[in-house]
């Protein structure tokens, strides 16, 4: 274990970040607003680090008395100032299961709550914070972004904070709660006739005409960087080591490889021991290209139409899903999709054993959590991390119909009581819980 002892110190342009280099050719191109290899190959451009340094300016020290965010983290990170955009996001509670886990048959289960991140409530509050610094650096006066629902969120946020105008594309069929999540930051929202696939690829010709810095296209590279810290909080919040198995939802497959980066860069520089952690995925039915993939055996990931309530994760043409691919096979992970009726029972079940509300996303996680362990895929012995990726009060519509109703009485003693007696009769309560 190498333990530096010294302060870190922050390069005057990039920090430790010195290229962005082509993840299929291995072509270098400065550290600018650009995503794709567009000199060679076409492939998706990656945030390289000189390693070496950075092994000697941090330490988990140095890292311990970092402020309380994902900022702690920032020589890991594709940003140059020492002033980055802080809105506290990041360091959400890593919390120890014991009901779900009990109900699952698991004895080392803990759930990343990214659904109480800071400002919007998902974990693309890290991203968007990454993304929004470097598009400081880089001069961008306008922000933007393709967005299922919690970027646009985040991103029109973060914006407002940072005093960058920005403005937001989203499929027009969004839950309620996320385009009002958006519009209260007072962004310039356009609600695009079509599905994800369409709003990024609408996206992609509005950035070649305007000058705008989309967080998740021409900033991709750093966006997606943003992503590692989930996998930084986790080891640090174990006690400095990483978990066995994790298990995280595919939208595009950024955040799950990301994940992996994050886990081996502290390896690399010495933060934690070695250690093989499985990957496991999580995708809904009715947007499940990686997982068919996965199942099929095929190194390919098929295009699809998304059919499902689960929105936030509904990419049917999943940029990164090779990459993803690729990790859990070699990682001895699973990738595995639920229906949407399981998925509402996920929501459920993280909710009444562990008190945490979680979106159609988090659902998934909990459902394909669940569903792994069923087919023997997930040892009850293994430390597992669960995330959880956004709130679920942003997607209400999804359990409504499905969770019951209130008992409706009387201010009256005599009213209460009924009530009560018809509860224990329709088994609305757990009456040996409500006696205790
Ligand atoms: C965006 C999103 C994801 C996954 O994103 P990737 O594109 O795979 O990085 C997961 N959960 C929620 C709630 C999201 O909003
Ligand atoms: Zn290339």
């Known amino acids: 274990m190498t333990v530096a002892t010294s302060t870190p110190i922050f390069g005057t342009t990039t920090g430790f970040s010195t290229t962005l280099k082509c993840k299929e050719c291995g072509e270098d191109y400065p550290l600018e607003a650009k995503h794709i290899c567009e000199d060679v190959c076409f492939g998706p451009l990656e945030v390289k680090y000189d390693y070496d340094k950075l092994r000697l300016s941090v330490s988990r020290a140095t890292i311990e008395a970092g402020p309380n965010s994902i900022w702690r983290y920032r020589p890991f990170l594709p940003v140059a100032t020492n002033n980055p955009i802080d809105v506290g996001t990041g360091m959400t509670p890593l919390v120890k299961s014991h009901r779900l886990a009990r109900r699952l048959g698991l004895k080392n289960l803990y759930i990343k709550n990214d659904a109480v991140n800071m400002p919007t409530l998902s974990f693309k509050d890290r991203v968007v914070s990454v993304a929004l610094t470097r598009a400081r650096e880089l001069g961008f006066s306008t922000v933007s972004c393709a967005s299922t629902g919690n970027l646009a969120n985040s991103t029109a946020a973060i914006a407002a904070h940072a005093s960058l105008d920005c403005c937001v594309f989203i499929p027009a069929d969004l839950e309620a709660g996320k385009v009002l999540g958006t519009l209260i930051y007072n962004p310039t929202v356009m609600a ?221 003693l005599d009213s209460f009581e009924r009530a009560m007696e018809r509860a224990r009769t329709l088994g609305r309560l757990e009456w040996q819980q409500v006696l205790v």
């Open 192 to 412: 695009v006739k079509g599905n994800y696939d369409q709003v990024n690829k609408l996206c992609c010709e509005v950035g070649n005409t305007y000058g705008w810095g989309f967080v998740n296209i021409n900033l991709r590279p750093y966006y997606s960087e943003g992503s590692k810290t989930l996998g930084f909080e986790v080891a640090e919040q174990l006690g400095w080591q990483l978990p066995d198995h994790i298990v995280a939802p595919l939208a595009s497959g950024s955040l799950y490889g990301k994940i992996y980066k994050g886990f081996q860069e502290f390896v690399k520089v010495g933060l934690v021991d070695d250690k093989a952690v499985r990957f496991s995925g999580a995708q809904a039915e009715g947007c499940s290209p990686i997982a068919q993939a996965f199942r099929e055996g095929r190194d390919f990931v098929a295009p699809v139409k998304p059919n499902t309530i689960a929105k936030s994760i509904a990419i049917g043409n999943p940029a990164d899903g090779i990459y993803a691919l690729e990790i859990a096979r070699k990682t001895g992970g699973n990738i595995e999709s639920v229906t949407d009726p399981e998925i509402i029972e996920g929501m459920k079940l993280l909710a009444e054993t562990e008190g945490i509300f979680t979106e159609t996303a988090g659902g998934t996680t909990i459902a394909v959590l669940k569903k792994l362990v069923a087919a023997g895929k997930i040892d009850p012995d293994e430390t597992t991390v669960a995330y959880i990726t956004g709130n679920g009060l942003k997607t209400q519509e999804a359990v409504q119909g499905y969770i019951g109703e209130p008992l409706t009485i009387e201010a009256k």
